[in-house]
């Protein structure tokens, strides 16, 4: 009876006891999830990051999985801005405060100008046409490598044709002085595209060549050893021009390198100091443009496979219906893609520049920009990210959703104003006001050295 009477006590108590111990537990539970979640409130916290392809991202952070991008998540495309935000840690902002942020932002990016200052531009480029004077170390037709040294007879062609046309619009403008004492600057008329067709030369005599011609004129003239080279400059656009000066380091280190193979990943080139300028493929007027409704495919590439980031684009995108990749020559015409595709892809080659950029623009397509290190022809001048769309090499497998995220309407934007840089991309016969040509000279003209007003 004892024992009976002990056991039925017993059974009352062990219950108790398990529920009080699960009671103390859950109370201690309940209290630091709450103070947990009064620091961290889960869907609650902000983070927002600046990628290469210029987009600001913000997301809504799920705590238990990877950040995700929901119905609150807003996808901005910005144009020149700084990866120091504007925005405080948490984002403080409701979501309707954030749709009128980000139609301020949006609205902002769409009325951004091609130029980066329009009336420093305009006054400036009148003040260039007005007073710049340039000397051209003078050679004669019976000269030794008067082939490389003067202006070609004929309407150069092919993709290293940048080289001859400038040679060619130089000698036949008002910038030219026979007086070296008023130029600003002095040209070095050597074409490395010529010196490497030449028999004499060749691609294995280049560096040699240019070498022995900046001795020559150091001793023959004055200007050069005056300032080091500092107001001298060349053009070149071909390929093999990036290491034409190894053995006249002076060149490279003082003198403005006025070059297609603008790469600032590379030590021959000094952004600021040098100028990028673009590679053309010469095409004789305008062509039929057509308008945003009837580019039907979201983007296109084709172009030989000689790097890394065209394997890796072409790799990724071979089998889509809205990029079309092409490897090597395609059978049907080239402008047929350029004019039926919103967006044209320029991704690096052998070299970081290639004719497609041009290409694009002549047609009216938005170039996309797959190229790091490339210092933009004229991007001290033209603000690139209101007529074109920049993408880090890394963001390759995210090239179709970074490009169906710009809306139609700014997608529009984009192609207007790639409508209005087509002239500063275009080499006349005849220059005219704004063209390559002279979009060049600007360049030079911002460039140029004041060391001569001292002597």
């Given at each position: 009876?004892?024992?009976?009477?002990?056991w039925?006590?017993?059974?009352?108590?062990k219950?108790?006891i398990?529920?009080?111990?699960?009671?103390t537990?859950?109370?201690?539970?309940?209290?630091?999830?709450?103070?947990?979640?009064?620091q961290?409130?889960?869907?609650?916290?902000?983070?927002?990051?600046?990628?290469?392809?210029?987009?600001?991202?913000?997301?809504?952070?799920?705590?238990?999985?990877?950040?995700?991008?929901?119905?609150?998540?807003?996808?901005?495309?910005?144009?020149?801005?700084?990866?120091?935000?504007?925005?405080?840690?948490?984002?403080?902002?409701?979501?309707?405060?954030?749709?009128?942020?980000?139609?301020?932002?949006?609205?902002?990016?769409?009325?951004?100008?091609?130029?980066?200052?329009?009336?420093?531009?305009?006054?400036?480029?009148?003040?260039?046409n007005?007073?710049?004077?340039?000397?051209?170390?003078?050679?004669?037709?019976?000269?030794?490598?008067?082939n490389?040294?003067?202006p070609?007879?004929?309407?150069?062609?092919g993709?290293?044709?940048?080289?001859?046309y400038?040679?060619?619009?130089?000698?036949?403008?008002?910038?030219?002085?026979?007086?070296?004492?008023?130029?600003?600057?002095?040209?070095?008329?050597?074409?490395?595209?010529?010196?490497?067709?030449d028999?004499?030369?060749?691609?294995?005599?280049?560096?040699?060549?240019?070498?022995?011609?900046?001795?020559?004129i150091?001793?023959?003239?004055?200007?050069?050893?005056?300032?080091?080279?500092?107001?001298?400059?060349y053009?070149?656009?071909?390929s093999?021009?990036?290491?034409?000066?190894?053995k006249?380091v002076?060149?490279?280190l003082?003198?403005?390198?006025?070059?297609?193979?603008?790469?600032?990943y590379?030590?021959?080139?000094?952004?600021?100091?040098d100028?990028?300028?673009?590679?053309?493929?010469?095409?004789?007027?305008?062509t039929?443009?057509?308008?945003?409704?009837l580019?039907?495919?979201?983007?296109?590439?084709?172009?030989?496979?000689?790097?890394?980031?065209?394997?890796?684009?072409?790799?990724?995108w071979?089998?889509?219906?809205?990029?079309?990749?092409?490897?090597?020559?395609?059978?049907?015409?080239?402008?047929e893609?350029?004019?039926?595709?919103?967006?044209?892809?320029?991704?690096?080659?052998?070299?970081i520049?290639?004719?497609?950029?041009?290409?694009?623009?002549?047609?009216?397509?938005?170039?996309?920009?797959l190229?790091?290190?490339?210092?933009?022809?004229?991007?001290?001048?033209?603000?690139?990210?209101?007529?074109?769309?920049?993408?880090?090499?890394?963001?390759?497998?995210?090239?179709?959703?970074?490009?169906?995220?710009?809306?139609?309407?700014?997608?529009?934007?984009?192609?207007?104003?790639?409508?209005?840089?087509q002239?500063?991309?275009?080499?006349?016969?005849?220059?005219?006001?704004?063209?390559?040509?002279?979009?060049?000279?600007?360049?030079?003209?911002?460039?140029?050295?004041?060391?001569?007003?001292i002597?």
């Open positions: 009876m004892a024992v009976s009477s002990l039925n006590r017993g059974s009352l108590i219950p108790l398990v529920a009080l111990i699960t009671s537990l859950i109370t201690f539970y309940i209290f630091s999830t709450s103070r947990l979640l009064l961290h409130p889960p869907h609650q916290t902000w983070i927002h990051n600046l990628d290469s392809s210029a987009k600001l991202r913000v997301f809504v952070v799920d705590r238990h999985n990877k950040p995700k991008q929901d119905d609150e998540s807003v996808t901005l495309l910005l144009a020149n801005t700084s990866s120091s935000l504007p925005f405080p840690q948490p984002f403080p902002f409701a979501k309707t405060h954030l749709q009128q942020y980000t139609h301020q932002l949006e609205k902002l990016v769409r009325n951004k100008d091609v130029l980066h200052d329009k009336d420093l531009f305009e006054k400036e480029y009148k003040e260039m007005k007073s710049l004077k340039i000397f051209v170390y003078p050679h004669k037709k019976h000269d030794p490598f008067a490389v040294l003067l070609v007879d004929h309407e150069p062609t993709n290293y044709a940048s080289e001859s400038f040679k060619k619009a130089l000698y036949k403008s008002h910038f030219i002085t026979n007086d070296p004492k008023e130029a600003d600057l002095f040209y070095l008329p050597f074409s490395i595209a010529s010196l490497r067709n028999k004499w030369v060749g691609v294995g005599g280049i560096q040699d060549f240019v070498k022995k011609y900046v001795v020559e150091s001793e023959k003239y004055p200007y050069w050893n005056r300032s080091g080279g500092a107001d001298h400059f053009v070149a656009c071909h093999v021009g990036r290491s034409a000066m190894e006249a002076h060149v490279k003082n003198s403005i390198q006025v070059v297609c193979s603008s790469s600032y590379l030590s021959g080139y000094v952004p600021h100091k100028a990028s300028i673009p590679q053309i493929w010469p095409r004789k007027g305008a039929t443009i057509n308008g945003p409704s580019r039907k495919k979201l983007a296109f590439f084709a172009g030989a496979m000689n790097s890394r980031v065209r394997e890796n684009l072409v790799e990724t071979k089998n889509d219906s809205e990029i079309i990749v092409h490897r090597g020559r395609m059978k049907t015409p080239y402008s893609a350029l004019l039926g595709s919103k967006y044209c892809i320029h991704a690096k080659g052998f070299e520049n290639t004719a497609r950029v041009s290409d694009a623009i002549y047609y009216g397509c938005v170039p996309v920009i190229a790091d290190h490339y210092d933009l022809p004229f991007a001290d001048i033209l603000n690139w990210k209101s007529f074109s769309v920049i993408v880090s090499s890394l963001d390759i497998p995210k090239l179709k959703q970074i490009l169906e995220e710009i809306e139609y309407d700014h997608y529009v934007k984009l192609q207007q104003n790639v409508m209005q840089v002239k500063h991309f275009q080499w006349n016969s005849f220059s005219k006001d704004f063209d390559v040509f002279y979009m060049i000279m600007y360049e030079l003209w911002i460039r140029r050295s004041h060391l001569r007003q002597y």
